[in-house]
T-cell receptor, first 113, second 114 residues
Framework: TQLLEQSPQFLSIQEGENLTVYCNSSSVFSSLQWYRQEPGEGPVLLVTVVTGGEVKKLKRLTFQFGDARKDSSLHITAAQPGDTGLYLCAGDFYGGSQGNLIFGKGTKLSVKP | NAGVTQTPKFRVLKTGQSMTLLCAQDMNHEYMYWYRQDPGMGLRLIHYSVGEGTTAKGEVPDGYNVSRLKKQNFLLGLESAAPSQTSVYFC?????????????FGDGTRLSIL
């Protein structure tokens, strides 16, 4: 069974602080996705990373894929209350067209004004 | 744009009752999924479908059945509900191609089994 370890599980910070969320596995990902979920809604895709060492930026969010494609991180600069939500990483370990995603347990972020 | 629509949004059942959750997507996606989300457990795949008329088991299929009679609809059935099936159920769909294609989620069905 492939496992995705996500840390920390909970994070409560003040507006303006920086934070990093980690997603790790002992297996190699074919690709990895990050989703954000707000209360009462379904997850929404933020980014997909495919290439080892890849870095993608989405405004104040920076996503990094490890060189060995076994880990990923999400860094938020100057967090705002609107960043509050559940962040989920999801990995595809098998590649191909019928690979299913394995989801981490999520990081619940609370940004206080 | 509707995207993925789940009905009902909330439901309370008694142990042993049956019900069907409906997922409808208007994006002409080939692949559809049913997940359950429990506190501290992330999303776990129940069943999925790679096309009309085909279904397959995911990580936690026991106690559930599914059908994909039409491309746009994916039904999740509970034949005899148990308290352990209290959860939030999410449906998702994605286009044909590699698994890195984004999954589009509905807003969930909150199900309580008493």
């Amino acid at each position: 069974t492939q496992l995705l370890e996500q840390s920390p599980q909970f994070l409560s910070i003040q507006e303006g602080e920086n934070l990093t969320v980690y997603c790790n596995s002992s297996s190699v990902f074919s690709s990895l996705q990050w989703y954000r979920q707000e209360p009462g809604e379904g997850p929404v895709l933020l980014v997909t990373v495919v290439t080892g060492g890849e870095v993608k930026k989405l405004k104040r969010l920076t996503f990094q894929f490890g060189d060995a494609r076994k880990d990923s991180s999400l860094h938020i600069t100057a967090a705002q209350p609107g960043d509050t939500g559940l962040y989920l990483c999801a990995g595809d370990f098998y590649g191909g067209s019928q690979g299913n995603l394995i989801f981490g347990k999520g990081t619940k972020l609370s940004v206080k004004p | 744009n509707a995207g993925v629509t789940q009905t009902p949004k909330f439901r309370v059942l008694k142990t042993g009752q049956s019900m069907t959750l409906l997922c409808a997507q208007d994006m002409n996606h080939e692949y559809m999924y049913w997940y359950r989300q429990d506190p501290g457990m992330g999303l776990r795949l129940i069943h999925y479908s790679v096309g009309e008329g085909t279904t397959a088991k995911g990580e936690v299929p026991d106690g559930y059945n599914v059908s994909r009679l039409k491309k746009q609809n994916f039904l999740l059935g509970l034949e005899s509900a148990a308290p352990s099936q209290t959860s939030v159920y999410f449906c998702a769909s994605r286009a044909r191609g590699r698994a890195e294609q984004p999954q589009h989620f509905g807003d969930g069905t909150r199900l309580s089994i008493l």
